[in-house]
């Protein structure tokens, strides 16, 4: 009898995972996580993709150099220093449970899975909305996940390296450590630095400019992720309510005149 209600619960998530408890909770906290930080997923989207080019706006001219320099500070350390950094590093964190959430929440079920990688046609600019949200967040997961999870390093070095001390501890100090490894592709991926891992892109050329590319299109997809979840809640939340408030405020007017 167990083991037929698990299965059952299996059967359900798999096919109508829109019926778990487990996944309307975890609705909620993918949207109360994403209004609380959605305007600086918005502003660390942005920043991050066009400091992308932060080595050709340097060489600009003096003034570009300073504003670029003081968005640089603003993404790193939300212009507080080491407090901004630590702030930096909790909102990284939020916004892996944003990905990991949104990933279950995702899930359609298996006949209609489909259906969520891409916006389907002839459908209201509502649910298109809805569609090009989950299509955003599938697509795009890994580089979230990446860019996330190094944003999490950066604001908490020292959490990071004391895990990989205890996952993987080397006698050896000079010795070669799979952690080691890890955390630096981590840090170098966050950039786009491809060349630092080993792939050969040295110097300004295509290779160069693709790999930019890339990472300033795919930095921009949390901010895109933001704008079709706020478009989502006004539809959902906000905008039945101030229609009921109109319509309320429409009957006491009329109840006033009438008296």
Same mark, same amino acid.
């Given at each position: 009898m167990k083991r037929h209600t698990q299965m059952s619960a299996w059967t359900r998530s798999v096919q109508q995972p829109q019926k778990l408890w487990l996944r309307r909770a975890l609705f909620q906290v993918h949207l109360w996580c994403g209004l609380a930080i959605g305007l600086?997923?918005?502003?660390? /989207? *942005?920043?991050?993709? *066009?400091? *992308?080019? +932060? #080595?050709?706006?340097?060489?600009? /001219?003096?003034?570009?150099?300073?504003? @670029?320099?003081?968005?640089?500070?603003?993404?790193?350390?939300?212009?507080?220093? @080491?407090?901004? +950094? @630590?702030? #930096?590093? *909790?909102?990284?964190?939020?916004?892996?449970?944003?990905?990991?959430?949104g990933l279950v929440i995702w899930w359609p079920g298996s006949k209609t899975w489909k259906r969520s990688l891409i916006v389907p046609s002839g459908v209201g600019w509502r649910r298109a909305t809805w569609h090009l949200h989950s299509m955003i967040g599938f697509w795009t997961f890994a580089f979230t996940v990446v860019f996330a999870l190094s944003g999490a390093y950066f604001g908490f070095p020292a959490v990071f390296q004391e895990i990989a001390d205890r996952l993987d501890p080397g006698t050896d100090p000079d010795g070669f450590r799979v952690s080691d490894q890890v955390i630096y592709w981590l840090a170098y991926l966050h950039f786009g630095r491809i060349n630092g891992i080993g792939i050969p892109c040295g110097g300004p050329g295509l290779c160069d400019q693709v790999t930019k590319a890339t990472w300033a299109f795919f930095g921009l997809a949390p901010a895109a992720m933001f704008v079709t979840g706020a478009m989502m809640w006004w539809n959902r939340v906000l905008r039945p309510r101030v229609r009921a408030l109109g319509r309320r405020a429409a009957d006491d007017s009329v109840a006033k005149v009438s008296s």
């Open positions: 600086y997923i918005l502003m660390i /989207s *942005v920043t991050g993709s *066009v400091l *992308v080019y +932060r #080595n050709e706006l340097f060489r600009t /001219s003096p003034a570009v150099l300073r504003a @670029t320099s003081w968005l640089l500070d603003l993404h790193d350390n939300l212009l507080a220093g @080491t407090t901004g +950094r @630590t702030a #930096n590093g *909790v909102c990284a964190v939020a916004v892996l449970v944003l990905a990991a959430t």
